[in-house]
């Protein structure tokens, strides 16, 4: 099987949209009921919907990693899974790590190590980190090179992001050499 | 993307049950590449059935001494698996090398099987395409086709199939279970994916409806003398141009048995029994290595773009099969190139 | 030392706190009440024109509130001149949905406005368009004869300077000579951040335009022309842009768009582009170039000839800088330099990061690389022996110019030394190892810019100035320049840009920002300086009674004079002794044309990179490289090496794999899109070794800086091309080099 599923053409009717209804999503540890229909992406949700904006739309096509984020702990792109099929999950987002005043480990390496320049693959670098950090498979430097490569950054900010993440994965005794 | 109902099912029966139920309707595991390709207006299901959370996501020995890989366990979870990584590092090391961190934990089983082959103009509704719309043409035969296929392609369609984890699982022959309308059963991994032929629509001869319920690894590893190499335009995060699977048994420096397929070459995940059967009681030497891998190549095609991964192919047969030979490669948490 | 002593340390990004808890906020993130969203439709064909566009249908759905196309868009301005922006090319710039004309594939040919982004996406993909296709032609390939050399320009543009010397004979005659010609896809931006416009409706026919862009005032001066709107109907904001490049120096359609139906529809709206669609707006040109050189016995160049053609679209005259750096990085007296443009049904391709250096230099120093082989000299040393003290293009001395010390630091770190010069000589790991070298020059610019500074009564500063923030540092550099002119902690200090209610600054590109805009905020907080400095003086006891403002300083929140450290006044003390609860300063900056108009002033680069390739699987990976940069002054040591690091993975992209492909039959790129248009990821990336060479250089601006953004990607895309020779023998000329090309 395989064969698509098209639709059809526009004089026959068009396909309506389907009406909204409530989406529950814990979302930074807080509860949230939005209103939503099925095709409402989960990074859609978080920017337009819940007005979170730190998680980011670079590709929309899971080919950049800037909308990751963490659910129920484990990194994923939000641009590629809906809403609704997040019912009930625990959502982190970057707001959800720290605060411009109580920054987390990892955002603290990110400034000092200047580990990006406009900040637009920021927040995604960051929860990817989070993520590999809570996998705790990265042992080397090559080993975060390799799993810190599903998240682009234009600036090339490569260097300074692969300092961050090994500072912090030094620090909580994960890296080997 | 077009508007669709949804709902998530809660067991194997309420899915395949939901999905009858619906016209124009599709199982959703990760979302990764249909959610994809609904952004792109390619597909237009009315209707999704989210698999995802149903209970099949369990890892667990067979009685044959075999693996049973749930369909919805995600490729990440497969890949860091204790009993994988043991007993088919193959398969651990081709899932790593795919994709991404974040796409590999949302992506399941069921979904990286059934993933579309993958095309620049199957994706870009201004062009046409046989396997989009039949008898719209191949817009990619004389056109550009970098990542298209070499071997088994056809007139109607040259596009290839993008896994590395199929890869693995071609050479590995697991059953893939299904579950449908018409009840359940198995199909050989060989004979899930197809060859373009006339019907380029066609990615996989799953019937509709059928849910993919798991896929059962055969005892057989292929742990001691494997390979997995890949080979792509940048070190991480791109599919691959060509990429081998080499499972082999050895007695000495004899090979006993073997296992031999590739990636980014057609259609399907290639597997190429008759090079399997002439190394089977060779020497493992760089000469049996070229002949074997002169012979894979033998019949391949180039469309103008590609026709350096005839060559890329024949080259990078003959460095799997030498790495698999020496058993230098390990399972491990991630894919470092295999080299 | 002083604690206020700011210039030149490495303090961390002021914004960087915003940047990594998500609370920048970028154009597509201010969530105004009463969101519309807009989404573009673009045509699917080359060349020919709309003949229908159904959107009656489109238009009945519920929630759908507009479909705007050339049918129903209202009267706009009817001059090509209100649409020129401020670097717009000779040519009529590309109005958007104001023609049935289609001129380039993914031309944007409506606009559907829906309540949700999700209804507006969905109405775009029903929305039926007829088109009526004609031929067009997008390969390059069947343009070499039909080049010609551009009239005028865009602000920047100069032709080559005329031949000198006597090329052709001198070629002839020379020991040794080699020519090959280069060549290279098209290249698109990317920037991370997908190009935005919200545009709030505030009432009464006035907007906000939060748009991404590298210039506000650029779009602003755009806005009012393209709609007739008045100074004060239009605000133009952009404080945090997620990446440019260039793609943002001039107005792009999505602005247009969202304006447009921000005023048709008197309700805010916003437009984003998909990725797909950010290949519509502007790309480094597919280019040509054929190289000739030639030495003397003595291993100097005897004649240098460097001829470059590159696409441009069929209304504008895309013009860049390519050939004339290869008059001026080396000694030569023999120089004949040619640029040429060809018409093709493309979009206008978009200044890119250095651009027209970028591609110049990859030929120029692939050549010279090729050139120092055929003379039998390493590479270094054949550099060396062409070292140009003057710009002989101009002919006149640099006003600094270090690179000489550059090649010598670098190649120390780099280990130049342990390189045998042969091909294929050198192996590590089973692999073939090669090392490579190349360098560049780029422009010292400043341009007039302005800046305001206030202070109020608590010793706090404010600086504003309409210049941008896309990655570069500039909220932090002003912010050092301000405090450490003032005397004050960073933390005192408030930098605010990127809006049209600011005082004017430029666009920011051709890394003239902190030249342009670093002297005005210092101009502004001089000026501010001078008031305090009377303020201070009012008390009959003042210790700093008769002294001028050269004769004081601020340090410390202290204002002394400068030989007498204990005759000084708390700065807040005089602030709030002199009963104002805010002073404020104008001040804005212009390069001093009387003091430079003497010199020929450049930043220099050399980069070192070493590759490791595997012979039989033509796989390259680059594993090390050094760049050195003598660009000045350096402002903060983090940000700048930042830039450095970021051009390094730039120039690894452009030489291994970055290609926008035509599909010529389409007349369309393929792989448009972040999945097959490969930019390097984390793990491509190797070491990288950052070195600065200061230079005193009181003539480019008083700050002494010269910009960095762009010199630091010269050099790299060569240096790796030539190591991946040195490592295999194979010469490749047309990038990138993917390893189909080594097989
Ligand atoms: C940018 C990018 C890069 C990628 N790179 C690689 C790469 O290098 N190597 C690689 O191997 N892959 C790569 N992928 C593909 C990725 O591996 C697949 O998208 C993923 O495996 C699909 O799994 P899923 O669960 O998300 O599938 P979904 O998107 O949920 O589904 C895909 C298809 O499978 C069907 N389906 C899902 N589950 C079942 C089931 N249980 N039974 C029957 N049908 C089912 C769906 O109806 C749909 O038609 C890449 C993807 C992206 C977006
Ligand atoms: S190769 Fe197949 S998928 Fe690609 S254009 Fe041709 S028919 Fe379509
Ligand atoms: S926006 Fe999700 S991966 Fe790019
Ligand atoms: S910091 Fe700009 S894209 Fe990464």
């Not at chain 3, 760049?627 to 291994?656: C, F, P, Y």
């Amino acid at each position: 099987m395989s064969q698509l599923l098209t639709r059809a053409p526009a004089s026959g009717g068009l396909p309506a949209p389907v009406p909204t209804g409530p989406v529950r999503l814990h979302i930074n540890g807080e509860t949230q009921t939005l209103q939503l229909a099925p095709w409402t992406s989960l990074l859609d949700a978080l920017r337009e919907y819940a007005h979170l904006t730190g998680t980011k739309k670079g590709c929309d096509h899971g080919q950049c990693g800037a909308c990751t984020v963490l659910v129920n702990g484990r990194r994923i792109n939000s641009c590629l899974t809906l809403a609704v099929m997040h019912e009930d999950d625990d959502i982190t987002t970057i707001e959800g790590l720290g605060t411009p005043d109580n920054l987390s480990p990892l955002q603290q390496a990110f400034v000092d190590h200047d580990a990006f320049q406009c900040g637009y693959c920021t927040p995604g670098q960051i929860c990817s980190a989070q993520g590999l950090l809570n996998e705790g498979r990265a042992h080397s430097e090559a080993e975060i090179k390799e799993l810190m490569s599903g998240n682009l950054c234009r600036c090339g900010a490569y260097v300074g992001i692969l300092d961050a993440v090994s500072e912090v994965a030094n620090s909580q005794g994960e890296m080997v050499k | 993307m077009y508007p669709f109902t949804y709902s998530r099912a809660t067991d194997v029966a309420d899915a395949v049950r939901d999905k009858a139920g619906h016209d124009g309707s599709a199982y959703v595991g990760g979302g990764t590449n249909l959610i994809d390709l609904m952004k792109m207006n390619v597909e237009q299901p009315a209707h999704l059935v989210n698999v995802a959370k149903l209970p099949l996501a369990k890892i667990e020995d067979l009685p044959n001494g075999g693996l049973r890989l749930g369909a919805t366990a995600t490729n990440s979870d497969t890949a860091w698996n204790e009993q994988v990584k043991a007993r088919y590092p193959l398969l651990n090391q081709a899932i790593l090398a795919g994709a991404s961190p974040q796409l590999r934990n949302a992506a399941t089983n069921g979904g990286n099987l059934m993933q579309r082959t993958r095309c620049y103009y199957f994706y870009d509704l201004a062009t046409p395409c046989n396997k989009r719309e039949p008898g719209s043409g191949c817009s990619a035969i004389g056109g550009f086709n970098r990542i298209h296929a070499i071997l088994g392609a056809s007139e109607a369609c040259i596009a290839t199939h993008p896994s590395d984890m199929c890869v693995a699982l071609a050479a590995l022959a697991p059953t893939v279970r299904v579950s449908g309308p018409q009840g359940e059963r198995s199909i050989a991994f060989e004979d899930f994916h197809r060859l373009p032929g006339d019907h380029p629509e066609f990615d996989n001869t799953l019937a509709e409806g059928e849910l993919i319920t798991s896929l059962d690894l055969p005892e057989k590893g292929f742990a001691k003398h494997f390979a997995y190499l890949k080979l792509r335009d940048r070190h991480s995060y791109a599919f691959a141009l060509v990429s081998v699977a080499v499972g082999l048994e050895m007695d000495g420096d004899t090979i006993t048995d073997a296992r031999l397929a590739l990636g980014g070459v057609a259609h399907k995940p290639w597997r190429d029994h008759s090079a399997e059967a002439l190394l089977k009681g060779q020497h493992a030497t760089a000469e049996t290595f070229g002949r074997v891998a002169a012979h894979v190549v033998a019949n391949a095609v180039g469309q103008g773009s590609n026709d350096f991964k005839i060559e890329l192919a024949r080259r990078a047969i003959v460095r799997a099969l030498k790495q698999a030979a020496e058993g230098k490669q390990e399972a491990g948490d991630v894919y470092l190139g295999g080299q | 030392m002083t604690q206020t002593n700011h210039i030149g340390k490495a303090p961390n990004r002021v914004d960087g706190p915003l940047k990594v808890a998500g609370t920048a906020h970028y154009s597509g993130e201010f969530n105004v009440p009463h969101l519309a969203y807009g989404y573009v439709v673009s045509s699917p064909i080359a060349k020919g024109k709309v003949v229908a566009i159904h959107a009656d249908e489109v238009r009945a759905l519920p929630g759908v509130l507009e479909v705007f196309s050339h049918e129903n868009v209202p009267y706009l301005a009817w001059f090509d001149k209100s649409y020129k922006d401020q670097i717009a090319p000779g040519g009529s710039p590309f109005r958007p949905l104001h023609s049935p004309d289609i001129t380039f594939n993914q031309q944007p040919v409506a606009l559907v406005v829906a309540d949700t982004f999700e209804l507006a996406r969905y109405a775009a993909a029903l929305l039926r368009i007829d088109y009526e296709q004609e031929d067009h032609e997008t390969n390059l390939e069947t343009k070499r004869t039909e080049g010609y050399a551009p009239g005028g320009g865009k602000t920047g543009f100069q032709a080559p300077p005329p031949p000198r010397g006597n090329p052709d004979k001198a070629l002839k005659n020379a020991t040794h000579s080699i020519e090959a010609e280069y060549a290279h896809g098209a290249q698109h931006h990317n920037p991370m951040e997908l190009f935005t416009t919200t545009v709030e409706w505030r009432g009464d026919g006035k907007i906000t335009a939060y748009d991404k862009t590298q210039g506000v005032y650029n779009v602003k001066n755009y806005l009012m022309g393209v709609f007739g709107l008045g100074k004060d109907e239009v605000r133009v904001v952009n404080q945090f842009m997620g990446g440019g490049f260039g793609a943002g120096l001039r107005p792009q359609y999505s602005v247009f768009m969202a304006v447009l139906a921000t005023l048709e529809l008197k309700r805010s709206v916003r437009v984003t582009l998909t990725r797909q669609q950010m290949f519509s707006i502007g790309h480094r040109p597919n280019t040509l170039q054929l190289l000739k050189m030639g030495t003397n016995p003595d291993g100097t160049l005897a004649s240098l000839q460097h001829h470059a053609l590159h696409e441009t679209s069929q209304f504008e005259d895309y013009t860049e800088n390519i050939v004339n750096w290869s008059g001026m990085l080396y000694q030569c007296e023999n120089v004949k330099l040619g640029y040429q443009l060809a018409k093709l049904d493309i979009y206008s391709p978009q200044d890119m990061r250095a651009p027209g250096a970028a591609s110049g230099n990859v030929g120029l120093e692939v050549a010279m690389d090729e050139m120092a082989y055929a003379a039998g000299l390493d590479p270094l040393e054949f550099r060396l022996r062409n070292y140009a003290d003057r710009d002989q293009n101009v002919d006149k001395p640099f006003s600094s110019k270090k690179l000489r010390e550059c090649y010598k630091q670098a190649a120390a770190k780099f280990g130049w030394e342990t390189r045998t010069q042969k091909p294929r000589s050198m192996r590590a790991n089973g692999k073939l190892r090669g090392m490579g070298m190349g360098g560049g020059v780029w422009d010292a610019t400043q341009t007039k810019s302005a800046a305001k500074a206030l202070i109020s009564a608590d010793g706090k500063l404010t600086v504003r100035s309409a210049t941008g923030e896309n990655g570069t540092g500039t909220y932090t550099i002003m912010t050092q320049i301000a405090a450490e002119t003032l005397g004050l902690p960073l933390e005192a200090v408030t930098f605010e840009l990127g809006d049209t209610d600011q005082p004017e600054a430029p666009i920011q590109g051709g890394s003239w920002t902190a030249a342009s805009v670093g002297t005005a905020v210092k101009n502004a907080c001089d000026a501010l300086g001078e008031k305090i400095l009377k303020l201070a003086q009012k008390p009959a006891d003042s210790p700093l009674k008769d002294a001028k403002y050269d004769e004081v300083e601020f340090v410390n929140g202290q204002l002394r004079l400068r030989l007498d450290h204990d005759q000084a006044v708390v700065l807040r003390d005089v602030l709030q002794a002199s009963g104002e609860t805010q002073l404020e300063a104008d001040s804005s900056a212009l390069p001093n044309m009387l003091k430079q108009q003497g010199y020929s002033m450049h930043s220099h680069n050399v980069a070192f990179a070493e590759v490791e390739v595997d012979e039989d699987l033509g796989t390259i990976k680059v594993t090390r490289v050094v760049s050195a940069v003598a660009a000045g002054r350096i402002l903060n040591q983090k940000t700048a090496r930042s830039q450095v690091l970021g051009s390094v993975v730039w120039g690894l992209g452009m030489a291994l794999m970055e290609e926008t492909v035509m599909d010529h039959k389409f007349g369309r790129y393929v792989n448009h899109n972040f999945a097959e248009y490969h930019i390097p990821v984390n793990a491509d990336i190797p070491h990288i070794d950052v070195i600065f060479v200061h230079e005193d250089d009181d003539i480019v601006n008083p700050l002494g800086v010269k910009g960095i953004g762009e010199v630091g990607m010269l050099g790299v895309t060569a240096a790796i091309a030539n190591a991946v020779f040195h490592a295999t023998g194979k010469r490749v000329r047309d990038l990138p080099i993917m390893l189909d090309k080594l097989l």
